[in-house]
């Protein structure tokens, strides 16, 4: 592992990105916990409909509103609706009348119709919630690479025509903080795998184009372990080729060989992954099953690393 | 075997990213093809895979010909650019190029046309819409995106189709009419006014203007789909992964599936076991002396996958129990699956797992 400068895992907003599926929720969760440790304010921030932290910690559902999930851990989902209406208390100032104009029926068709409504909403809540003091690190679990890279694209896709007006507000504020290097850092999270490799690899080149986003570490996931050492793998394939044609624990020692060349593979990926991109890394070995000792295991390993 | 019932003409592929679903939606049409059909893998993911699992360069709005080792089916796959998905359904319902030009040189569309995930799930829409009239295809095989962007996609035409139907669009048509049934139109969108802008306002009225003439064929189509979703020739795959975290997102997608009435037809659990050629016995064996310094590792290794597959194997009958859904269960694959030939093989090894109520 990597002993990266602490540095841009201590900024307020930790935004995480890269492919589904590569375990960027567990991650996020591990870091959570180590900042939890650390005496910090950690806030997980889920958006939309699915929610993987209340799974992760085995703790209720959690909803719009900030719920300890873990000892010092909190979580957040920001949820369309409460969102739509904490935007225009923003901007009508009173609740009440707020509420009224987010269920008028015909402006919700609007609102559940228009494209950017979800990113706006989105981004100003995270604002709202950075503003707050209270929370530290803020831990943004954005979804698969598509989607981010949508969402970091919204600010210049509206800025086009809001000259002023209270979206211009919104846009700028978010803008700021994107662009802010000591309050906000982007992550991206892969696994050793080709196809996830190739998509990191797209996605970071894009991220890159937008010289205005702050990059912070690669997080690589999920590195299967090393079984054997390379003697080892070496009379496996020796016995395999000769000796252990045919007999009983042959089997056994095709499942060594399959193992490590699955190791072998990810070795490549991860070195394909150093060429292309330029952050700094930290690497997960693969866990076992139950997701309490996954968080435990990795946010060890962030301790040891001296991420604080 | 994997296959969809003989009636099937529109299979939705949904689940969380990273298990695997995109390969599988390549992985299905394959199969649908071999047995005959002449099939469209359609990817509405905006990142790439479908091409890398298909082995081709690249992919474009219009369908390419992938080969096939027989000659009695064909496969099509296509990515939906959003753009060119959505210029085009322009061109097409405006019959007159000025018009068109009109709608395509308007500020908001070509800021939302490409970049935003509801405008991803309205030009998907329009593009499943063409694709199952489209006489040159038995079936279609839809790779939704991700989680929350897939259902943004099941839920478009229907949140579309209410937009639409709506006296919200007479008011921005009509917003210095000052006739009583407006006002009440006026009034919210003065509201708006203040929470979006004035600027905002103005562009969305003049763009709407613009749009006048799609509104019907829209909305109709809309409507068509909706239908269309819930209608018994359509199919809705789950795709996931069986570790506990993969069965909690498969239950909420399941959930999501469900609540919308939308037919669960099948389940796939991907990388639920070791490949056959890969696979240990499960009997304890001796190993000879030259092994013995290897044999406590090996014993350990195969305790441990073992005990990993079984753990999944449950998770599945659970799921398949709790409901009433039939699911297929693959192997990891041995290697990066990028050619037709490898994606066949893959799928041979799947077993089946029946609900045993």
Redesign the interface.
Known sequence: MHAPNGEPLTRQVQFFTG????GKS?ILAALATAAARAGKQPLIVE????T?SS??FHSPDVGYQPSEVAPGVHATRVQFEPALID??TS??KLRPIASL?AK????R??F????????IVTLHRVAQLAADQRWGPILVDL?????A??FF??PS??E?????????QVVDSATELLADPQRCAIHIVT?PE???V??TI?LHAQLRKREDLHLGYLFINRVPRA??DED?NQ??DH?LAGA?VG???A?????????AQRRQTAGKCIRGLHHDIDLPTMTFEAQ????ATIIAGLSDAIERAGFR | MIALSDDCRLAFCVGVGGVGKTTFAAALGLGEALRGKSVLVLTADPARRLADALGIRGLSDQASDIPLPTTSGELHAAMLETKASADEIIRRAAHDEARAQRVLDNRIYQAFSNTLARSHAYAAMERVHEAVHDARYDLVVVDTPPAQSSIEILDAPARLVSFLDQRVVRWFLQASDESPQLRGGAIAQGLLRIVAGQSLVSALTEFLTEMAFLREGFSERAKEVQDLMRSPSTSFVLVSSADSIGMEAAKSVAAEVRSRDFALAHVVFNRTFIPEAARSSADPVSYPKRLAALASKLERMRALLTSEEEQKRSNIVAFCDEHGVGAWSLPEARRPLGDPSALAAWIEQARSVLPRT
């Open positions: 492919k589904g599926g590569v567990t958006l939309g409909t699915h993987s799974h992760l935007y225009i901007r009508l104009v008028n029926s015909s402006l068709r609007l559940l119709a228009a494209p950017g409504v979800d990113e979804e698969s690479t598509g989607h890279l949508m694209d919204l896709v509206l086009v025509f809001l000259k002023d007006g209270p979206l211009r696994v080709p196809l996830a190739n998509e797209h079984w054997l080892e009379l496996v016995e252990s007999q009983p624990w089997p056994d020692l095709a499942l060594a060989q399959y193992l076992d099953e139950s997701s």
